[in-house]
C-alpha cells in the first residue's frame, strides 16, 4: 500500500494568500466600482521590463539554438561557466572575495536552492529561524520533520524562533538552546531591515562555534544603498566556514518570469557525517543537483550573464533605483500620516507598524476598504509579525503615487 | 552540530560517467591522432537545433519581456494555461483521454519532476525498479533512506529488481513480493524496448490490486513508431487511477538545453494518509511545487506551446524521424556484423549484446580501440544490464553513417 509522507499533513494550506485572495474576492463583489482602483503593493513581484542588454542576449542565444553549428543541448549541471565567472568576478571579486569555480551553483530560482537544500541535513537537525520570516523555510523543513507539529499559537514546536520586533530593532538575538542550522535572510523578507557587518559577524561566530550552518538568503541584496552593510556574507571574516549564500536575479534584475538563480557553497563548509567523519556541503550539494536536477535553460543564463556587462549593470541598477524611490515614496507618505515605518532604505519591502494596536488583519480591511490597497498582513509570516504589515515598491511609479496619496484615508 | 543526511554517504560516485570519461582520456593521450576521430554515440543528448516554430515563438517571448506593458512577472507555479490547455488538447485529447486543468504540471526537467516526485510517498514504501535502469529513480530513493544499502553485486537491498533480458523478451515480470511504487519506463532507457498495451495492463491491473503507484516515464514516446503500443499510460484503462506520468519536450522537441517538461498527477490517484484516510497525490504534488518551486521561464513555455502549432508538430515529427533513420542505419549497421540488436525501432537507444560473452566494459574498450566509438557499457545501468551496451541515434547522419563503416572492425 503506498503512503502518504506523513509530514504534509501537518502543513497549513496557504493560508495567507488564500485569505487574502478570499477578502479581495468579497470586496470586489460589494464594491464592483471601487475594486476597479484597486493599488495591489502585496506579493513581491517585479513589473519593469528586462535590460536591454538581457534581451539582446537573449535573442542571440535563442538564434544559437536554431542552428546546428551553434545549437547546445543539456548543459553543465551546475552552469555554464560564462556565468559562473561573471559572478565571481564581478558579485565577489570586487569585494576582494575569491570563490572557487565549483562553488558557485547555477539554479532556475532561489526558492528551489533554499527549499531543497535542507535535504542535504540529517532530520534530527535542530533549526532556527527568524520570526517574522518567508514561509519557504519553515514549510520545508516541517515536509523533511523538522519542524515538529504546529501549535495553538502558530508556531512548530521544534523550531527554534528568533523573534525581531520594534523593541529589538529588528536584531535576532542569539538563540538560547544549540541549533545546527540558521535561516538568516538579509535584506529582510519581510521587515525590509538589515544587519551591519557587526550585527553579522555575531552569527558567524555563533556558527563556527557551535558547528552551525548559516543559510543565508541574500535575494535583496542588490537594494543596499547605506555603506557599513555588508551586501555578501563572505565580507564577514569566517563565513566561507560556516555559510552557505543564496542569490537570485529575480529582483536585481526583474527575473521573477525568466528563471535564473545561484548559490555559494564554499568547500570549507563541513558537517558531520555518520561516522563522524567531516564531510563537506560542497559535495554533498553537488550530488543532489547533478542527481535531481538538470541545469538551467541555456538562452536564460546568456540573459543573466549579460546583467554584468557595463550596459547590463547601468540598466538594472537604473531599474532598482527606480524601486527604491517608490520604496521612499511610500515610506514619506506613510510617515506623513504619523504612522511608524521600517525597512525601504536598503530593502523594496516596507514594514509598517499597525497604528492603534489594530492587529495585521484588522489594519488588511482598513486598507482595503478606505485606500482601496492591497498589502500584506505581517501576522503571515509568523507570530512577531502580528500588528506590523509589509507593502512593497515593485508597482509602476504612478500606482505607488497615487497609493500614497491615498494614506491620508487611514491617517 | 549540523550533521549530513546520513543516506547520502550509501550512495556511490557518478561511477558510470566518470569511468567512460577515465577511459576516453586515456586513450585520447595514447593515441592523440586517432582521439580526434572518435565519435560519440554515449550520452542521450540531442544535437538539432530547435524547430524555426519553437525559435520564432521564444523571440516573441522576450520581446514581451522587454516591454513594461507586456512583461510578465512571477507565473504560475503549475505552468501557463496556454501550455497547459495545448498539452491536454493534443497530447491528451486526441487519443480520448480527457485531462482536468489542473492535473498538469509544467516543470524544467522530467529528471527534476521524476527525482522530486518520491518525496511525496513514506519512507518505508517499498520500491520496484526494472534493472536495467535510468539511474536517477535509484538514487533519489537511495538518498531518501528507501533503498538501503549497496551489496556487492551492485544491488540495493531494500529496492526490488525486475529484471529485464533477452530471456524475458525485456518484459519485466510482477515483483513476487507486494511493493507500493512501481518506476516503469516505455519506451525504456536503455534498452529502447516497448510494453504492448497488455503488458502494460498488467502493471495497471497490479497496482490497483496491490494499492500501489506506478510512476511512468514516457519521456521518449515520440519515437513509438508501430502500431499497438501505447504512447500514454492513460490509454490503458484504470491507469488514471494509479499511474502518474512524465513527459519531456527534451527529446521530443531537442529541449535538452532550453529545459521544459510536464508531469499529469491525475486526482483520481490517492494513496494511505497517517490515519488510513485517503490523500490525493494531485494535492501533495501541488503543495510541494508550490513550496519548493517558482515555474518555467516565459519564453521557453511560449517555445514548447509552438511545439502544438502544425508547423511546430511538423518541424519536430521531421527532428524526431532523422534520429529515428539514424536509429535504423546503427541497427542494420551492427546486424550486418551479426551482432544481436534490440530497441532501435521505438526509440533512440539501440540496446545490443556484446559478442562472445564479452562483458559491457570489454566490448566498451573494443569499440573504443578498435572503431574509435564512444558508447555506454550496459553494466552501467544495472546488474541485468551486463553483457549489453547502449548506442545513441542522437548524433548527425554524417557521424553516425561513419560510425557504422567502423562497425566491420568489431564484427
Redo the contacts between chains.
Keep these: ?6 509530514n ?2 501537518l ?1 497549513q494550506g ?1 493560508y495567507l494568500f488564500a485569505e487574502i485572495a478570499r477578502r479581495v474576492k468579497e470586496f470586489t463583489e460589494a464594491n464592483p466600482d471601487a475594486a476597479k482602483e484597486l493599488i495591489r503593493l502585496g ?1 513581491g ?6 535590460a ?1 542588454a538581457v ?1 539582446e542576449a ?2 542571440a542565444a ?2 544559437e ?4 553549428a551553434t ?5 553543465p549541471d551546475y552552469g555554464y561557466d560564462f556565468l559562473v565567472n561573471a559572478i565571481r568576478e564581478f558579485d565577489y571579486g570586487t569585494r576582494g572575495i575569491d570563490l572557487a569555480y565549483d562553488e558557485v551553483f547555477i539554479s ?2 532561489s ?2 536552492d533554499v ?2 537544500f535542507q ?7 535542530v533549526v532556527a529561524i527568524t520570526d517574522p520570516v518567508y514561509p ?1 523555510y519553515v ?2 523543513n516541517a ?1 523533511a520533520g523538522r519542524a515538529g507539529r504546529l501549535n495553538d499559537s502558530g508556531m512548530w514546536d521544534q523550531l527554534i524562533y528568533l523573534p525581531c520586533h520594534e523593541e529589538n530593532g529588528f536584531v535576532p538575538s542569539l538563540p538560547a538552546v544549540p541549533v ?2 540558521i535561516y538568516l535572510c538579509y535584506p529582510n523578507n519581510p521587515t525590509g531591515t538589515t544587519l551591519t557587518y557587526e550585527q553579522l559577524k555575531v552569527w558567524v561566530d555563533y556558527a563556527k562555534e ?4 548559516i543559510l543565508y538568503d541574500a535575494a535583496y541584496r542588490a537594494y543596499i544603498t547605506q555603506p557599513g552593510i555588508p551586501r555578501s556574507i563572505y565580507e564577514v571574516e569566517g563565513a566561507d566556514e560556516v555559510a552557505v549564500e543564496f542569490c537570485s536575479f529575480s529582483k536585481t534584475a ?1 527575473f ?4 535564473c538563480a545561484y548559490t555559494v557553497v564554499p568547500h570549507k563548509i563541513t ?4 561516522q563522524g567523519e567531516r ?1 563537506e ?1 560542497n559535495a ?1 550539494w553537488k ?2 543537483q ?11 543564463q546568456r540573459g543573466a550573464t549579460a546583467i554584468y556587462t557595463p550596459e547590463g549593470q547601468k540598466q538594472t541598477e537604473t531599474t532598482v533605483a527606480y524601486y527604491m524611490q517608490n520604496a521612499r515614496v511610500i515610506g514619506e507618505g506613510l510617515r506623513a500620516q504619523g504612522l511608524t515605518v521600517y525597512g525601504g532604505v536598503d530593502a523594496p519591502y516596507i514594514w509598517l507598524k499597525a497604528p492603534q494596536g489594530m492587529d495585521s488583519w484588522a489594519f488588511f480591511d482598513l486598507l482595503l476598504n478606505e485606500a482601496r490597497i492591497v498589502g500584506t498582513p505581517g501576522a503571515g509570516f509568523g507570530p512577531s509579525g502580528e500588528g506590523y504589515f509589509r507593502l512593497t515598491a515593485f508597482n ?1 511609479r504612478e500606482n505607488t503615487l497615487k497609493a500614497t496619496e491615498r494614506f491620508a484615508r487611514i491617517g
Aim: charged share 20%; hydrophobic share 35%; with cysteine.
Design positions: 500500500m503506498a503512503k502518504a509522507n506523513p504534509y499533513s502543513l496557504s506579493i513581484d517585479v513589473t519593469q521590463p528586462l536591454p534581451v537573449m535573442h535563442v538564434d539554438m536554431a542552428r546546428a545549437f547546445r543541448g543539456y548543459g532556475d530560482g526558492k528551489c527549499g531543497n535535504e542535504l541535513f540529517s532530520d534530527d537537525c519557504v514549510d520545508t515536509m545546527d542550522i557551535n558547528d552551525a550552518v526583474g521573477t518570469g525568466t528563471r558537517v558531520a557525517g555518520a564531510l556541503l554533498l550530488r543532489r547533478s542527481t535531481k536536477f538538470n541545469g538551467v535553460s541555456y538562452p536564460v509602476t
